[in-house]
């Protein structure tokens, strides 16, 4: 009986919570989510893994997980019921909720908790509070201190508007000495206080204007813009001035008569047209990978205009569930660009090509994902994904992925899967001539990423700063404003080296144009080495193993994204090139 009215009491109170408004003397939730070292921040354990004690309040449901969505699952968060008695606008004065006896285990784990600067992050109505184990004495070397000390007391300082909770803030005291033996005593109070901050306005304390906003950060922007306005007038410059004097040659090769014409001295991309649109090599992997590139840009792009709208990143998990389901819902997208141009390349088995495509993405960042997490569980850590959570994950594919990426695959091979080709296809490959090294596909490839990279890599370091360090990444203006001009930078310079490629009279154009824009994603890599190494102090197998295994996932979604604007972009100039020079 005393469980069910406990349970019946913890349902009303996630509902105020869900609602966040509350009454008079209305039981408010403390959650404890996690624990772990400061400078690791992906390196986190549950709560109460420490020998901290619970209060004795609700202590029926003290131990029921709060995910709220998939989010959570993913990023390791372990809301477990604190036991401590909260009372909307009642305040409480210093009071003691349990005790600890420490024996020789519970001493080692908390000195070596407070020796790792190890700090845990609680949530009250959902608003984050962070506070700090313990604190290691300074020394007059750099000698190990002999002792640590412990905070034992949570000072609350909640702030209300009328009906709601609009600020939290909590402070650590009363520290002592960790000694084997002892018993520690943990107290807290809570102190209620009027504010005039308006509920919408409440997670702006949270954010970090003079990091966001910094003169740098404007700079790089303007920066980015201005070599996208000289990029595209370059661009358009010398391939208008050589195209213009490619078509005047190629018109007056036309008065000529056949003799004249074959002594003539014809070079250039006109001499490769029956070559130009000759299937790409594995075209089956090349076409998945061309639709889930643009599968990923639609899913970018929405996901930043929502945040914009929606503010997802007031709320934990959000972010992370709102991107999987927004990447499944617009499986369509990959279905349709990559299932036309399968068949526009002559690919029969469009099944399998409609396999390859729906699972290539889910299938790599599994694979890393599995690798990772067999890590943190070996070290007991939060991010583990649950089982369950991997059961969710593969209904997703199988159930939502799959179905809608057949879908767009129909409509796409059935709608643009006819051949539009303004060339005939020879049916013998002519060979390719002998040119410079710089001039292979191979360097083109390695080289177009480099301009890409440069439009983004001072916005690449509040991107990992704010996922890797402790700050909220929340001015997703300049992320929908970075894509544009990653996407106009990459689609230039995509379409120079391409044109680069067939002016040397070398017709493998379909994946040296996905390469040389996908190589930004390499670039990207090398500079989160970079960070890791000089901009962080993480440590341990765990840490650098979630880091760079999630590095790898973020730079292969980069590189998709990149690689398949850059052809499609590239593919729309090289059949205007081509439609616009006579053919005989």
Known sequence: ??????????????????????????????????????????????????????????????????????????????????????????????????????????????????????????????????????????????????????????????????????????????????????????????????????????????????????????????NSFMMVLFLVGLVSMIL???????????????????????????????????????????????????????????????????????????EHGEMVSTGLFTYAVLAPVNGYVGGGLYARMGGVTWIKQMFCSAFLLPVLVSGTALAVNFIAISYHASRAIPFTTMLALIALAGFVIFPLTLVGTVIGKNISGAPNFPCRVNAVPRP??????????????????????????????????????????YVYGFILLVLGILSTVTICVTIVCTYFLLNSEDYRWHWTSFLSAASTAGYVYIYSIYYFFFKTRMYGLFQTAFYFGYMAMFCLGLGLMCGGLGYLGTSLFVHKIYTYVKID
């Open 240 to 314: 208008m001035r050589t195209l213009r004097k490619d078509y005047a040659r190629y018109s007056k090769e036309e008065e000529l008569d056949d003799l004249e014409r074959d002594l003539g001295d014809e070079y250039g991309w006109k001499q490769i047209h029956g070559d130009v649109f000759r299937p790409a090599n594995q075209r089956m992997l090349f076409c998945s990978l061309i639709g889930t590139g643009a599968q990923i840009c639609a899913t970018v792009t929405v996901v930043v205009l929502l945040v914009i709208m929606g503010h997802l990143y007031t």
């Open 432 to 473: 390719i001539p002998e040119k410079r090294w710089f001039m292979e596909p191979f360097m083109i490839s390695i080289l177009g990423g480099i301009l890409p990279f440069g439009s983004i890599f001072i916005e690449m370091y509040f991107i990992l700063t704010s996922f890797w360090a402790y700050k909220i990444y």
């Open 1 to 222: 009986m005393k469980k069910l009215v406990s349970l019946v009491l913890f349902s009303l109170a996630s509902c105020n919570e869900d609602t966040h408004k509350y009454e008079k003397d209305e039981h408010v939730q403390l959650w404890m989510n996690t624990v772990g070292p400061y400078h690791n921040r992906q390196e986190t354990y549950e709560y109460f893994s420490l020998p901290f004690c619970k209060g004795d309040e609700h202590e029926n449901v003290g131990k029921v997980r709060h995910h709220h969505n998939i989010g959570d699952a993913l990023q390791g968060v372990e809301l477990v019921h604190s036991g401590l008695d909260m009372k909307y606008k009642t305040d409480i004065s210093s009071r003691k909720y349990c005790q600890v006896t420490l024996d020789k285990s519970k001493l080692d784990q908390l000195v070596y908790a407070v020796e790792h600067h190890y700090w845990y992050q609680m949530y009250i109505d959902d608003l984050p509070v962070w506070g700090v184990v313990g604190e290691i004495p300074k020394t007059d070397d750099d000698k190990k201190p002999d002792h640590f000390y412990i905070w034992t007391h949570k000072k609350f300082e909640i702030g209300y508007n009328g009906d709601r909770i609009v600020d939290v803030s909590m402070t650590s005291e009363n520290k002592i000495k960790l000694t084997e033996g002892m018993e520690i005593p943990f107290t807290y109070e809570v102190i209620w206080t009027e504010s005039n901050v308006e509920f919408s306005k409440r997670y702006d304390k949270y954010l970090d204007p003079s990091f966001f906003q910094h003169r740098i950060h404007w700079f790089s922007l303007f």
